[in-house]
């Protein structure tokens, strides 16, 4: 399996535009989490998924940032619009539950985000 | 509340032995985790305990006690690709959630 996919790697953008993240996880997984990671607050999760029905999004900052599943394989994260706080690496996550895939989180490597 | 604590950040020489602790304060727990990530890289999952005692794998082994809130990953042999930040995940299974909270990471840098 070619693992949990991001897209784009890197986005440059300017305050006020709107941003889509997109992330196609592993392949019979049934869960996907979406993570902020900033020097200052750490790795924070945003929202998951759990057979593409968000179960908890405690941690979406505001109302600027939305998350769908539409699919077992593709989620999308959007911010809009953007300030240049947003700024950060966002994670994608998928994992599997059972007494072998014991649930580990595989993570995307990440979507850089700078908001000017 | 819930709160994760390790060390920011140690050092350790090549060919030596480094632990790195991690306490932990949760709702519920199901299940502690270590991630391995290199700078500007996604984290890689390293070890998984539930139960008390010792896991082993490698010139990794990572150790659990449910009763103290602790554990501890261990890193023999270091190599000088072992430089990364080691992060300690709790799952808290309070309310039947599936979350992960993460420390902050342990920054290690391992010289020659």
């Avoid at chain 1, 699919?71 to 599997?96: G, W």
């Avoid at chain 2, 920011?8 to 949760?26: D, F, P």
């Avoid at chain 2, 985790?33 to 999952?45: D, I, K, V």
């Amino acid at each position: 399996d070619a693992g949990v996919i991001q897209s784009p790697r890197h986005e440059v953008t300017e305050m006020g535009q709107e941003v889509t993240l997109r992330c196609k996880p592993i392949s019979g997984h049934d869960y996907l989490f979406w993570y902020r990671q900033t020097m200052m607050r750490g790795l924070e999760l945003l929202i998951y998924f759990n057979n593409n029905v968000p179960i908890d999004d405690s941690g979406m900052p505001e109302d600027r940032f939305s998350a769908k599943m539409p699919n077992a394989s593709f989620s999308t994260l959007k911010i809009q619009p953007s300030e240049p706080r947003d700024s950060a690496v966002y994670f994608c996550a998928s994992s599997a539950l059972g007494a072998i895939a014991k649930n580990i989180q595989y993570f995307g490597a990440g979507t850089r985000l700078s908001v000017l | 509340g819930q709160n994760i604590d390790q060390p920011t950040e140690m050092t350790a020489t090549e060919g030596a032995i480094v632990q790195i602790n991690c306490t932990y304060q949760t709702s519920g727990f199901n299940g502690l985790f270590w991630y391995q990530q290199h700078a500007g890289e996604a984290p890689t999952f390293l070890s998984y305990n539930v139960l008390d005692g010792l896991e082993e794998k490698g010139r990794f082994s990572s150790f659990l006690s449910r009763s103290k809130g602790y554990s501890y990953l261990l890193l023999k042999e270091l190599q000088m690709k072992d430089s990364a930040s080691y992060l300690c995940a709790v799952r808290d299974d309070g309310g039947a959630t599936n979350k992960l909270i993460f420390g902050t990471g342990t920054l290690l840098a391992v010289q020659p």
